[in-house]
């Protein structure tokens, strides 16, 4: 009866050491794949908090190739964090374009953009503020596909973010912004690639766009400027 007593301690002891390894193995998984666990490592892919928070101001230059128009065209932004943008897209022989939106309005080409412009406006500027973005609101992990994680970013009751991010090198390969205006559901599409360090910061150099899963061109960023002195007048509509 003793030897019985004691064989039975011994096996619930053992037991009780393998479940809880189990359970160490578990919590460290999702604590692997924790939302806050996972931008951290993306915010250190492109150069860490430091480094990202020191970035007031980005200036992109370089060239749009239209699928719509059939031509390739020079392109400019300018972002003032958190919410200032401009674009300015200039096609020999025509069209240019300017849009712009800040916190008091949007505009395009000089007049006040429609209600569905300014939200499409505010999504772009939306996905200029990645990866900080991310550690500024709510992340949700939606999944994993083809290898690459999804995440969720809600902007407003109306508009959202989609973010797929690559696991092995934690930068950023796709965004999809998402608004519903009315009885539409839209989404825009940015597919990122030819990634190089500016000034110490992570950037994609070329982005395939699409609209409503259609491609709409691709956009090569030939320079990269940081913290570049801007003024009131850099975003006031031009008519």
């Known amino acids: 009866m003793e030897m019985s007593y ?6 619930t002891l053992i037991a009780v050491v393998s479940f809880a390894g189990v359970f160490q193995g578990l919590a460290a998984a999702q604590n692997a794949t924790a ?27 370089g060239t749009i190739q239209s699928y719509r ?14 919410g200032r943008l401009r674009v300015d897209l200039n096609y020999p022989d025509g069209p240019r374009e300017q849009r712009i939106t800040t916190p008091e309005g949007a ?16 999504l772009q500027a939306a996905r200029f503020r990645l990866p900080l973005l991310l550690t500024e609101t709510t992340v949700k992990v939606l999944g994993e596909e083809e290898g690459v994680l999804r995440l969720g970013v809600g ?4 508009t959202s973010l989609e973010v797929f991010v690559d696991p092995q090198s934690w930068r950023i390969v796709r965004s999809v912004g998402h608004m519903a205006f009315g009885s539409m559901n839209m989404n825009f599409t940015a597919d990122y690639s030819d990634f190089h360090p500016v000034d110490g910061v992570l950037f994609a150099h070329r982005e395939e766009l699409t609209a409503m899963g259609r491609p709409t061109g691709i956009a090569v960023l030939e320079r990269i400027e940081l913290n570049s002195k801007t003024t009131s007048e850099d975003f006031n509509p031009s008519p």
């Open 69 to 82: 128009l059939g031509k390739t065209g020079s392109l400019e932004r300018l972002f003032v964090l958190p």
């Open 155 to 158: 902007l407003t009751q109306s």
């Open 35 to 61: 939302p806050a666990q996972i931008v951290e490592k993306i915010v250190q892919a492109y150069g860490g908090r430091g480094a990202l928070d020191r970035v007031k101001v980005v200036k992109h230059t």
């Open 107 to 122: 505009w395009r080409d000089g007049k006040p953009a429609t209600a569905a412009m300014h939200m499409a406006m505010e």
């Open 6 to 11: 004691s064989v039975l301690r011994l096996i």
